[in-house]
């Protein structure tokens, strides 16, 4: 018979208060999610009085079938699908680049970079500094200045470092012995070995990509290459712009602009919720990567 390990009182609140706080923030998070797709399919009068409150109450899909046909709204999904698959490639690039010479030990002047690298975390040049820079280098209005002028965040590039840093030196060496150059080493080592932490990266990169709206507004002047979220943002705009008094919603209606807005909300979640269960095991096991180093 196994010896169990008591548990002693202290340990036990901890537990209980750990399992009641991320009841909570779950709660929170899921929330938010969960209206959203309720109101898309509820009754817009229901909707707009507060009836609904979690679950949909009066189902239809007709909000969904409006969202659908609305002038531009393929043509802006097409353009976020651009956006972050080209812009998740590039930015893994040069992350995987960056990261992996960085884990160098000897790479010369390699603390003096790395901490380059990691100054740029604490301070930034501000918005202004930043438009500037992209106009000047004729990126404005071109998708070049949303994927390149954004292609790494410092922190996943921290985090790939990590992670090369903990594959053991043997493989690396035995690689050389046999004549390995450094690409061959990073793509038949390193890469095939780094599956968790790439998907993770990855994942982080995707989803900054997707729901992407500040900049792509600003850089992106032709409506034409705006992107879902910037598409949205206008959706709203013009809703407040018409002003409450012009809706006429009675409890026969079968749309709203309140509920238009929320189907286009959930159209933009689909895809990272199709995406998200198929890399689930990856992305458990990367957000724990660096935590422990062997």
Do not use: H
């Given at each position: 018979m196994k010896n169990k390990i008591k548990v002693g009182m202290d340990e036990k609140i901890f537990y209980i208060a750990n399992y009641i706080l991320l009841t909570i923030f779950a709660i929170m998070f899921l929330y938010p999610i969960v209206y959203v797709f309720s109101a898309s399919v509820s009754n817009p009068y229901l909707v707009e009085s507060g009836a609904v409150v979690l679950f949909p109450k009066g189902f239809n899909f007709n909000s969904f079938i409006s969202a659908m046909k609305l002038s531009g709204i393929w043509r802006a999904y097409g353009n976020s699908i651009f956006i972050t698959f080209f812009g998740t490639i590039t930015s893994m690039f040069f992350t995987l680049c960056g990261a992996y010479v960085l884990s160098k030990p000897e790479l010369k002047?390699?603390?003096?970079?790395?901490?380059?690298?990691?100054?740029?975390?604490?301070?930034?040049?501000?918005?202004?500094?930043?438009?500037?820079?992209?106009?000047?280098?004729?990126?404005?209005?071109?998708?070049?200045?949303?994927i390149l002028g954004f292609a790494i965040n410092t922190f996943n590039v921290i985090i790939l470092k990590s992670f090369f840093e903990a594959i053991p030196r043997s493989l690396e060496e035995s690689a050389r012995i046999d004549g390995a150059s450094q690409l061959q080493i990073l793509t038949k080592i390193y890469l095939p070995l780094s599956t968790s932490?790439?998907?993770?990266?990855?994942?982080?990169?995707?989803?900054?990509?997707?729901?992407?709206?500040?900049?792509?507004?600003i850089l992106l002047t032709d409506d034409t290459k705006a992107p879902l979220q910037v598409f949205l943002k206008k959706l709203i705009v013009e809703k407040n712009m018409a002003g409450e008094a012009t809706q006429m919603i009675t409890p026969e209606s079968l749309t709203s602009p309140q509920t238009i807005i929320y189907a286009v909300i959930a159209l933009s979640l689909i895809p990272i919720l199709i995406v998200y269960p198929f890399i689930q095991k990856f992305f458990k096991k990367g957000v724990t990567l660096g935590a422990v180093k062997g």
């Amino acid at each position: 018979m196994k010896n169990k390990i008591k548990v002693g009182m202290d340990e036990k609140i901890f537990y209980i208060a750990n399992y009641i706080l991320l009841t909570i923030f779950a709660i929170m998070f899921l929330y938010p999610i969960v209206y959203v797709f309720s109101a898309s399919v509820s009754n817009p009068y229901l909707v707009e009085s507060g009836a609904v409150v979690l679950f949909p109450k009066g189902f239809n899909f007709n909000s969904f079938i409006s969202a659908m046909k609305l002038s531009g709204i393929w043509r802006a999904y097409g353009n976020s699908i651009f956006i972050t698959f080209f812009g998740t490639i590039t930015s893994m690039f040069f992350t995987l680049c960056g990261a992996y010479v960085l884990s160098k030990p000897e790479l010369k002047f390699r603390k003096f970079f790395t901490m380059m690298v990691v100054v740029t975390m604490w301070f930034d040049p501000g918005m202004i500094p930043k438009y500037l820079n992209l106009r000047d280098l004729g990126m404005i209005n071109s998708y070049t200045g949303v994927i390149l002028g954004f292609a790494i965040n410092t922190f996943n590039v921290i985090i790939l470092k990590s992670f090369f840093e903990a594959i053991p030196r043997s493989l690396e060496e035995s690689a050389r012995i046999d004549g390995a150059s450094q690409l061959q080493i990073l793509t038949k080592i390193y890469l095939p070995l780094s599956t968790s932490a790439i998907t993770t990266v990855s994942l982080f990169y995707a989803v900054s990509r997707w729901n992407g709206y500040f900049w792509t507004m600003i850089l992106l002047t032709d409506d034409t290459k705006a992107p879902l979220q910037v598409f949205l943002k206008k959706l709203i705009v013009e809703k407040n712009m018409a002003g409450e008094a012009t809706q006429m919603i009675t409890p026969e209606s079968l749309t709203s602009p309140q509920t238009i807005i929320y189907a286009v909300i959930a159209l933009s979640l689909i895809p990272i919720l199709i995406v998200y269960p198929f890399i689930q095991k990856f992305f458990k096991k990367g957000v724990t990567l660096g935590a422990v180093k062997g």
